[in-house]
């Protein structure tokens, strides 16, 4: 069962937008790890954290891999999912000034 929210938290606030990609690590020894789901506009920050969780050795090393959430478990042939962004009419997020996570 996946969350059906995004799993990035900023500024003591969940974001509310629905989960886009799984995000996962292969690590170097061929296991995967699950660390949590993403919208398509925190995938960014969230690679910049695991690298950093990565660095910190709290978590596995390897190659960060981000996995559509709606290619798991359909048959659908998606499109590259850059171009399915559809997150505008949420409105209300905004990003909270770095230092204050
Ligand atoms: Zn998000």
């Known amino acids: ?23 996962s690590i292969t690590s170097d020894d ?35 891999g981000f996995t559509s959430v709606k290619s798991v478990g359909t048959d659908c042939i998606r499109a590259d999912p850059d171009e399915l962004v559809q997150i505008d009419g949420q409105g209300g997020w905004e990003r909270a000034p770095d230092g204050q996570r």
């Open 1 to 23: 069962m996946l969350p059906n929210r995004c799993s990035i938290k900023q500024g003591g606030r969940q974001c509310p937008n629905p989960p886009e990609f799984i995000i």
């Open 30 to 64: 061929g296991g995967e790890y699950m660390l949590g789901v993403t919208c398509s506009r925190h995938r960014r920050d969230v690679r910049e954290e695991v690298q950093r969780l990565q660095d910190g050795g709290k978590v596995a090393r390897g190659t960060i």
